[in-house]
């Protein structure tokens, strides 16, 4: 495995098993806090969908939230469950994408980079995961 592969799964697994452990704690102490996050949502009716369901269910979609984030990064540091864990947050990050942070803008190149730009870097630094490659700076010896 390369080295990329490496320290992408070990920084993934930091995140995700964090994040985790940020929603068991967020969902109980400040769960009106997860409102914001409706407001910038890329789709109208992912909007209505986060008002009218998500907000009322919080307190378990949170826990339920914390376990698959933290199932994610655990699973991308066992060998066999790295590709479906690496799936699993490829998913988890399109879907961040589209819902964005939560941060209030006033153009859409503003809320391209203040809502949804860290999580398209991030979720970019996962496709030589995702493919099974060796990763970016990986030399092939040809002659093998």
């Not at 009106?32 to 789709?43: C, D, E, H, K, R």
């Not at 961040?96 to 391209?112: I, R, S």
Request: charged fraction near 10%; hydrophobic fraction near 55%; include cysteine.
């Amino acid at each position: 495995m390369s080295r990329y592969r490496v320290v992408i799964r070990a920084l993934f697994a930091v995140v995700f098993i964090g994040g985790g452990a940020v929603h068991l704690v967020a969902g109980r102490l400040w769960p009106q806090s997860y409102g914001a996050f409706g407001s910038t949502a890329a789709l109208p009716w992912l909007h209505g969908l986060w008002g009218s369901f998500v907000m009322s269910n919080i307190a378990w979609l949170t826990i339920a939230l914390a376990v698959f984030e933290i199932a994610c990064g655990i699973g991308i540091l066992i060998r066999r469950a790295s590709i479906p864990a690496a799936w699993g947050m490829a998913g988890f990050l399109v879907f961040v994408t589209v819902l964005g942070y939560g941060f209030p803008t006033d153009a859409l190149g503003e809320d391209l980079v203040k809502n949804r730009l860290a999580t398209i870097v991030l979720a970019s630094l996962l496709v030589p995961v995702l493919a099974g490659g060796p990763g970016p700076g990986h030399q092939v010896d040809e002659a093998a």
